[in-house]
């Protein structure tokens, strides 16, 4: 069996060049599956294509069920192939992103609780002045992107992270502001990820 890692954080806070530097540092030693949600299928890019025009209750469904499929079609067989598997998103932002499209809470773990726990989820942070920043850089925003200041961004991710811990998920926040800041946090995975393996060796 593999390790389902997952990468969550406020837009613009660099989660795509966090997943890219950690496939980069574990792909000499191990076999890496990257994936994302919504999925790279047609329901999910069907999902992605159309999110300015799917809201609250409507857009949670679609999202669970393409979170099944993901599950089912995606993650769940690269992990019996023994990788490591790295979602560019997960359970962490339905809670951010459909509380904020008026979805209570325990809506939202209704549809989620019983998918797959990742063995480790982390949720990347970051100073609001250069989340802005950031986002400026970019051709297109998102609705949520354009709605959503980034203070509120980062305020729901950590109520997530909390929400989630209280779940049993063992979640991380590392703060993404600095190279430095990348790199500390890659090594904290590399760590677990080694950590994971000596148990699976010993047990």
């Known amino acids: 069996m593999g390790i389902f890692i997952t990468v969550e954080g406020p837009n613009g806070v660099g989660k795509s060049t966090f ?7 574990l792909s000499s030693k191990y076999m890496v599956f990257l994936t994302r949600e919504p999925s790279n299928s047609n329901f999910g890019n069907y999902v992605k294509k159309n999110e300015d025009l799917l809201e609250g209750e409507t857009y949670a469904y679609l999202i669970a069920a393409d979170r099944c499929y993901h599950l089912k079609n995606f993650i769940e067989p690269e992990l019996d192939k023994g990788k490591i598997v790295i979602s560019d998103r997960y359970i962490e932002s339905s809670l951010v992103l459909q509380e904020y499209d008026g979805v209570k809470t ?5 549809l989620n609780c019983n998918f797959m726990v990742p063995d480790l989820s982390i949720i990347l942070l970051g100073e609001e002045e250069i989340l802005k920043c950031r986002l400026l850089e970019r051709d297109e ?5 354009k709605k959503m200041t980034r203070r509120d961004e980062i305020e729901r991710y950590i109520k997530a992270a909390e929400f989630l811990k209280a779940k049993g998920f063992n979640v991380v926040t590392f703060y993404n502001n600095t190279e ?3 790199r500390n946090s890659l090594n904290y995975v590399k760590k677990f990820i080694i950590n994971v393996e000596r148990k699976k060796q010993n047990g």
């Open 106 to 110: 325990e809506d939202i773990w209704r």
């Open 180 to 182: 430095l800041d990348l």
């Open 141 to 145: 925003l998102t609705r949520f992107e």
């Open 19 to 25: 997943i890219k530097r950690l496939e980069e540092m």
